[in-house]
Structure formats: structure tokens, C-alpha cells
């Protein structure tokens, strides 16, 4: 059974880069099989998605955050990560890592803890 | 991007009764690309339907999806005490994925 876990600092000031790491286990970020995904969820408000990546390094991001995010996968730690530049306190939410049900079905089935990032001024 | 409506946005039920829950998106979703999650508080969002209507491993059967195109529901049949909670639908039919805002179920 697949897990995932997030990891970061829960403290990020204004302007700078936040850094999040999804580690997984239970399976490998280079079956090929999935999309890992990140999708975050201000306090009390929805969910959104960030963007996944590919074990074959391809991406896609959501516009909203204005190319702000990048998302990058290391198979040798079966690990995935977010980096989100300039941020604000727009920003502040719990962060997920998630896995999808196949390639072709975007839906998450695995989903990581959350990991609650809150940006300071 | 494909806008997600739910409605109601509060489901005052009692345990036993039944629940419809209603998800329309502002464009045709296709392929009937639509998932279903719940969401409890503190807790990550966990899968219930995925492809409109195909439940996820270990989803009890009284959670039903159904719906195309730009309509969809989820029917929980009879509802149990552990079935509180908040409900989103996200389509994957057209990227950016994107979620509705919520449906929260509570004990009446």
C-alpha cells in the first residue's frame, strides 16, 4: 500500500521560496504508472490543485499561481517536491501530496497528511 | 477553467436518512471525468468516486455517483454517523483540475 508523506518547514516569509518534499513508500515514483500531484486547501476554505509531475519529468502546473511553482520529481529518493516562489500570505495553507488513480484517471486515491505552511510578514 | 457548483452548501440530515448531493460544472465535463472525496475535520480528503460513478477500494456501496456532462450527484443511501462530514467534487476532464467549493453534511 502506497503512503506519502510531506515534509517542509511550517514557517515561510513573505517574498521568499517555499520548499515542501513528498516522500513515498510502499511503492516508487518510477513505476510510470501515476501522477504525483500537489493540491493545497487554505484554513476553513476548498482545495486546490498545484500541479503533478511524471516519473519522465514532464509537469503541469496551475496558471492561477502565475508560474510561481515549480514541481520536480528525484527517483532516487522516491521523492517528489514543490518549490513556490514569491509568496504571500495568499499562500498559507495545509499542503498535500497526492498520487492518482492511473494515467489516465486524475483522480487521488493516496494522499499524504498535509503539512500546514503558514507565510509571515 | 471548468467552475464546480455544489449545492446545497449545508445537508442538515439524520443518521438513517437519505442524502443528494449536487455537483454542476460550468462547462461539459467528459469522459466523465469527475471524482467525489469526503472530508472529515483535521483529516486529509479521501477518494470515494472516481469516473462519475466507479467507487474507490473499500467504499462502502450506499455512496452511489452518477451524472454526465455537466451534472452530477452523489447519493449516500442511508446515511451513518461516521458520514458527517464535507464533501468535494473535482473534474479531471480539463486542466487546470479544479474542486467545488463543498458540501458540508451535518447531524440534524
Same mark, same amino acid.
Given at each position: 500500500?502506497v503512503?506519502?508523506?510531506?515534509s517542509?518547514?511550517?514557517l515561510?516569509?513573505?517574498?521568499?521560496t517555499?520548499?515542501?518534499?513528498? /516522500?513515498?513508500?510502499?511503492?516508487?515514483v518510477?513505476?510510470?504508472?501515476?501522477y504525483?500531484?500537489?493540491?493545497r486547501?487554505?484554513p476553513?476554505?476548498?482545495?486546490?490543485?498545484?500541479?503533478?509531475?511524471?516519473?519522465?519529468?514532464?509537469?503541469?502546473?496551475?496558471?492561477?499561481?502565475n508560474?510561481r511553482g515549480?514541481?520536480t520529481v528525484?527517483?532516487?529518493?522516491n521523492?517528489?517536491?514543490?518549490?513556490?516562489?514569491s509568496?504571500?500570505?495568499?499562500?498559507?495553507?495545509?499542503?498535500?501530496?497526492?498520487? /492518482?488513480?492511473?494515467?489516465?484517471?486524475?483522480?487521488?486515491?493516496?494522499?499524504g497528511?498535509?503539512?500546514m505552511?503558514?507565510?509571515?510578514? | 477553467e471548468?467552475?464546480?457548483?455544489?449545492?446545497p452548501?449545508?445537508?442538515?440530515?439524520s443518521?438513517?436518512?437519505?442524502g443528494?448531493l449536487?455537483c454542476r460544472?460550468?462547462?461539459?465535463?467528459s469522459?466523465s471525468?469527475?471524482a467525489?472525496?469526503?472530508?472529515?475535520p483535521g483529516?486529509s480528503?479521501?477518494?470515494?468516486?472516481y469516473?462519475?460513478?466507479s467507487?474507490a477500494?473499500g467504499v462502502?456501496?450506499?455512496?452511489t455517483?452518477?451524472?454526465?456532462?455537466?451534472?452530477f450527484?452523489?447519493?449516500?443511501?442511508r446515511?451513518?454517523?461516521?458520514?458527517?462530514a464535507?464533501?468535494y467534487?473535482?473534474?479531471?476532464?480539463?486542466?487546470p483540475?479544479t474542486f467545488?467549493?463543498?458540501?458540508?453534511v451535518?447531524i440534524?
Amino acid at each position: 500500500q502506497v503512503q506519502m508523506q510531506e515534509s517542509g518547514p511550517g514557517l515561510v516569509k513573505s517574498s521568499e521560496t517555499l520548499s515542501l518534499t513528498c /516522500t513515498v513508500s510502499g511503492g516508487s515514483v518510477s513505476s510510470g504508472s501515476y501522477y504525483w500531484s500537489w493540491i493545497r486547501q487554505p484554513p476553513g476554505k476548498g482545495l486546490e490543485w498545484i500541479g503533478d509531475v511524471h516519473d519522465s519529468g514532464s509537469t503541469n502546473h496551475n496558471p492561477s499561481l502565475n508560474g510561481r511553482g515549480t514541481i520536480t520529481v528525484d527517483t532516487s529518493k522516491n521523492q517528489f517536491s514543490l518549490n513556490l516562489s514569491s509568496v504571500t500570505a495568499a499562500d498559507t495553507a495545509v499542503y498535500y501530496c497526492a498520487k /492518482t488513480v492511473t494515467l489516465s484517471e486524475d483522480a487521488f486515491d493516496i494522499w499524504g497528511q498535509g503539512t500546514m505552511v503558514s507565510v509571515s510578514s | 477553467e471548468i467552475v464546480l457548483t455544489q449545492s446545497p452548501g449545508t445537508l442538515s440530515l439524520s443518521p438513517g436518512e437519505r442524502g443528494t448531493l449536487s455537483c454542476r460544472a460550468s462547462q461539459s465535463v467528459s469522459s466523465s471525468s469527475l471524482a467525489w472525496y469526503q472530508q472529515k475535520p483535521g483529516q486529509s480528503p479521501r477518494l470515494l468516486i472516481y469516473g462519475a460513478s466507479s467507487r474507490a477500494t473499500g467504499v462502502p456501496d450506499r455512496f452511489t455517483g452518477s451524472g454526465s456532462g455537466t451534472d452530477f450527484t452523489l447519493t449516500i443511501s442511508r446515511l451513518e454517523p461516521e458520514d458527517f462530514a464535507v464533501y468535494y467534487c473535482q473534474q479531471y476532464s480539463s486542466s487546470p483540475w479544479t474542486f467545488g467549493q463543498g458540501t458540508k453534511v451535518e447531524i440534524k
